[in-house]
Nanobody, 124 residues
């Protein structure tokens, strides 16, 4: 069992930055690939970024590539999402998710555990 708690969301102007954190419980954090997803009102949850168990491989949605960076610190059981050059269309609830295994996936159904989400609002 893994519990995930996101933090770091908030209100920011377009062009600004935020850093999201996701703290995981349990001693097997490094056994999980991790992902960040987001969901805006009236839309489906969509993949944002993923990272493998060691942090050696990362994956991004085209819409955030070059602006967002995912990273993890297995000693702290934490995964991060650094978001730069934010746009109003980045406004959503952001969720972190854990997937048993070494490789991240862009598919929602591949993840076993989810956090409660943190709101990110980007004003124009």
């Amino acid at each position: 069992q893994v519990q995930l708690v996101e933090s770091g969301g908030g209100l920011v102007q377009a062009g600004g930055s935020l850093r999201l954190s996701c703290a995981a419980s349990g001693r097997t954090f490094s056994s999980y690939a991790m992902g960040w997803f987001r969901q805006a009102p009236g839309t489906e949850r969509e993949f944002v970024a993923g990272i493998n168990w060691s942090g050696g491989s990362t994956y991004y949605a085209d819409s955030v590539k070059g602006r967002f960076t995912i990273s993890r610190d297995n000693a702290k059981n934490t995964v991060y999402l650094q978001m730069n050059s934010l746009k109003p269309e980045d406004t959503a609830v952001y969720y972190c998710a854990a997937r048993w295994g070494t490789v991240a996936s862009p598919e929602v159904e591949r993840y076993n555990y989810w956090g409660q989400g943190t709101q990110v609002t980007v004003s124009s």
